[in-house]
């Protein structure tokens, strides 16, 4: 599956340049060149976030529900409205994609844990000893059904934000009642190679945190703040108040918030039951650095501003050019960013490229065109995190960190010997040269064979860890090829399980009903 996108054009301000992009249908091309990228949609200046969200965002979050990882990359130059995209703004109604996202969230969970509910009542009344007992159920059911507002002809009755036709103003009050699903929200900021944990107070957020990697949790932030939550109301309160910690300071290089991420990611867990597989999904809405600085050569831009201001956003550039272009081992860990979208980026998740443009065409329209195109050309493997995945996909880490571990071993091992043979070369060629014609026949040959013969005996054990090292990384591919073909007839058997149990409920409801 290839990372999709979609443009959001930003409403002009006073004083501006006149509206100057040039847009085919979908497509956004720069005037006097050949550089174009093809959206899947283009929203226009006057295009609410709602229509956003409903066009391309409310399909990913029933997908998230399901028991995928989501990602939303919010990728733009700085003035964009990247901020107010992922935010909203605190003057007027204007929400942003959070707020929407974590509204619907909730309704969604209200909805399955009602039909859950109401699944459980019908299958009581089908498994009853006699007709007398299950007309009692059955008129207690519907006793309980008018309690609790649930229809008796079909799926719960709700007003989802997907379904209205106007832009809603948030009113998050829905809850989750019987703890079938838990959600929790994490939310840091990346700035200079350093993570702060936005959900603590400012006294603690000067604190760095660093990533981690184990086969139980995979690539993860240590102590960071993982808070849950109970409904909309309480996820944007702490959203709104973490977003305010955001670091909002002037450098000689210019503000921070233009080489800043921010990273939110919500996590849902869902106990299972009957009828359902437990499962885990992660959904983060990332904010990327302004999106100009890819238009500058990146090893004069580490030699102005230093080697870790921009570092996220070079390397991040570099694995999209890497997995665009077929190389499926990239090196994740070289900048935080990186290692933190590793799965969003060429791995388990469902990621949308959001870009937002100035009205005008810029200088920056062409890299940021020919970015997007980069990045989706990547694919990414995403599967339903259920039980049985998240079992596989621990022991599939177990053997990546073993093999990792060891080829580590390995090239640690390859230096020091690397460093003793120079260290005998240059002993070899001192000798050599402090030895004049005459001294020369008096050398002591047999020294000298004795290092010559170290020095081979150290090339074989060289070429030796040379050939481990190729077999390791031939074992890789084949784990890789044999995990791929396993995801492949999971998703095979997912969908003839589906089949039955839509067949099982219709059989269900007909005799309930």
């Not at 929400?95 to 309704?107: A, E, K, M, R």
């Not at 091992?413 to 043979?421: G, I, P, Q, Y």
Request: one cysteine or more; glycine letters at 6%.
């Amino acid at each position: 599956m290839f990372i999709s996108s979609a443009a959001k054009i930003r409403p002009s301000a006073k004083d501006e340049s006149p509206f100057s992009l040039n847009i085919d249908d979908t497509t956004i091309k720069c005037n006097g060149s050949n550089t174009s990228h093809s959206f899947s949609q283009v929203y226009q200046e006057d295009c609410q976030p709602y229509y956003v969200y409903r066009d391309t965002i409310a399909p990913l979050l029933e997908d998230f529900m399901s028991g995928y990882n989501i990602c939303i990359l919010l990728f733009g130059e700085t003035g964009s409205g990247k901020s107010h995209a992922f935010a909203g703004s605190h003057v007027g109604d204007s929400v942003g994609i959070f707020q929407i996202i974590i509204d619907d969230l909730f309704q969604e969970i209200a909805a399955a844990e009602t039909n859950h509910l109401r699944s459980s009542r019908l299958q009581e009344v089908v498994n009853g000893n006699n007709k007398d007992s299950t007309n009692d159920r059955s008129s207690d059911m519907t006793n309980e059904q008018q309690q609790l507002q649930l229809p008796t002809n079909g799926a719960p009755q709700r007003q989802t934000l997907s379904r209205q036709r106007t832009p809603p103003r948030i009113q998050s009050g829905s809850q989750i009642k019987n703890g079938l699903i838990k959600i929790s929200m994490q939310f840091c900021e990346l700035y200079n190679e350093k993570i702060h944990d936005l959900l603590q107070p400012e006294s603690t957020t000067d604190k760095a945190l660093e990533i981690h990697e184990n086969e139980q949790k995979g690539i993860y932030i240590r102590g960071i703040t993982n808070v849950p939550i109970n409904d909309g109301a309480q996820g944007i309160t702490l959203f709104e108040e973490a977003w305010a910690r955001r670091l909002h300071i002037e450098t000689e290089f210019g503000p921070s918030d233009v080489r800043s991420s921010a990273i939110l990611t919500i996590t849902q867990t869902t106990k299972g039951d009957g009828n359902s597989m437990p499962h885990k999904s992660k959904l983060m809405l990332v904010e990327l650095p302004g999106a100009e600085k890819l238009a500058a050569d990146p090893n004069q831009l580490q030699t102005r501003e230093g080697s870790n201001l921009n570092k996220s956003l070079i390397q991040f550039a570099l694995i999209a050019k890497s997995l665009s272009d077929g190389h499926r081992i990239s090196s994740y860990n070289k900048s935080k960013l990186t290692h933190l979208l590793s799965d969003a980026m060429g791995g388990n998740c469902q990621t949308l490229l959001l870009v937002t443009l100035k009205p005008y065409e810029t200088p920056y329209l062409p890299t940021i065109l020919r970015a997007c195109n980069k990045i989706c050309k990547i694919i990414n493997y995403p599967i339903s995190n259920d039980l049985y995945a998240q079992g596989l996909l621990r022991q599939y880490r177990g053997h990546l960190m073993y093999l990792k571990n060891k080829m580590q071993s390995i090239e640690q091992t390859l230096s020091k010997e690397t460093a003793k043979v120079k260290e005998l070369q240059s002993i070899i060629d001192e000798n050599k040269h402090d030895q004049n014609p005459e001294h020369a026949k008096m050398n002591d040959t047999a020294r000298i064979e004795e290092m010559k013969n170290h020095i081979e005996k150290l090339d074989q054990e060289n070429l030796q860890l040379h050939d481990q090292v190729e077999k390791l990384t031939g074992k890789l591919d084949r784990m890789q090829s044999r995990y791929n073909e396993v995801m492949r007839a999971k998703s095979v058997l997912s969908t003839q399980l589906t089949k039955k149990d839509e067949e099982k409920n219709k059989v269900v409801i007909v005799y309930g009903s």
